[in-house]
């Protein structure tokens, strides 16, 4: 491509994904910002996404069209599906105590450092197996069992 094609391509390409951030801030997504990365023939190779947990995600998006950029990145992602990015923890189990290594959402570390003590708990006051712990665990804080239990089912 010439340099006027690749001029031409980044504009339209921009154009598409300034369009697409405003889209995401206005919906309240987890997406902080998103920031095209150049090639050595200065075409858009790629798109960073920076998540409001921290994480990055690199979108390849060289040779696509402006629209299937933004698929791309829409898939690649993550941004059409209710899956969120959390931030990875680790739970720190001494007895009856825990500490969290790592900052997440704070919701979070409370429910799953809640969850691991109580595994703990269990696991030091009965015999059985760990895999039939974290299945009653499982179920136990899966929505299926919550809506059973508001609803009086059995």
Known sequence: MDKDAISSD????????NLFKKMCYGIGSDVLDMQEIYNEDGAISAVEIEYSSGFTKLVNVYGDSPMAMVLDIIKQGHLGSRRSIMKKITIIINGDSASVEEKGNLAQVDRLTGLALLAQRIRSEYRMSDKIIDKQINRAVSRSFAEQYVTGDD
């Open 10 to 17: 980044n504009n339209k390409k921009l154009y598409c994904l």
